[in-house]
């Protein structure tokens, strides 16, 4: 089904007991729930369209990790988080649920949760990235003094007006990807366990440049109908978040996390090394490119690395 048959934010079909822009449902099918979450915008006209990205050859290679899901670059799974006990599509994560023993027991008992095994089932993800280079807009274009440890709060309006800059269209089912930097910083750091600087004249707060937490935000990324959303930062979004009456908050208090995760199903991607990316999207001029992400294929997978490339 083309992603722009499906209603807008404010139009989506009303939730008992869930915000305006809920989309429980939204994909379900035969009587179904859907794990898959805005991954559905990834239709096979789509994922064709995003191989005429690729205009050369490809190798890669594998290694074996041993390391907590959210230390590194990864994609957070539909599972992350949950709100009065409940993710996207009203599915209930339990530590019961969860502990699935093995990818048999896993494909047996069809587990329900929206987890990121379930991505293998449809071929993982293939689409259209697109890079937003906030940094080096900031920095170079605009001429501002920029740093990822400011706690920049990235609004719709400037994403779009970055787009604009680097000459590149949004299209349904894209994979939003955002550099502010912040990989770039932790790279720097001389020795393990060294703390983050302190920016100057700081409170000595943690904060973080990232995408503005607030819920124009979320509508304007569901109206845009990606596909997925990742970063270089620790939150993808701004932290620390903004609580209703401005002042701020902690974890508790992510905005975008619970619209995107919990009532869109659309995944968020974390710590993302984009430097690289980013110097080949300046030298080529082009910030679109195929995108190929292959998490683990693990049961009961709540964040995994990404193993994403990007094929120009």
Known sequence: MDPSAFPDFDDLPKVEGQPQGCAWGIFDKDGKKDVYGTLNFLTPEIVAAAAKEMGMDAEGWD??????????????????????????????????????????????????????????????????????????????????????????????????????????????????????????????????????????????????SGLHGVEATARWAWNRRFAAVAGDSHAFEAFPPLKADGTEGGVGDLVLHPWFLNQFGMPIGELWDLKALSEHAKKTGRYSFMLTSVPLNHPGLVASPPNAVAIF
């Open 63 to 208: 290694d074996e990790l041993d390391f907590n899901t959210q230390c590194s670059s990864q994609w957070d799974s539909l599972c992350h988080i949950t709100t009065r006990g409940a993710t996207y599509n009203n599915a209930r994560p339990t530590l019961a649920g969860l502990a699935i023993p093995s990818s048999a027991t896993a494909t047996a008992t069809a587990s329900p949760l929206p987890t990121l095994e379930h991505w293998h089932a449809r071929g993982a993800l293939v689409g259209r990235g697109v890079l937003i280079d906030v940094k080096r807009y900031r920095e170079n274009v605009l001429g501002e003094a920029y740093h990822p440890l400011d706690g920049h709060r990235i609004t719709a309006a400037e994403v779009e007006a970055v787009a604009r800059h680097q000459a590149v269209a949004f299209r349904p089912g894209d994979v939003l990807v955002v550099r502010t930097g912040y990989t770039e910083v932790l790279e720097a750091l001389l020795a393990p366990g060294e703390s983050l600087p302190e920016r100057p004249g700081g409170d000595g707060a943690l904060r973080l």
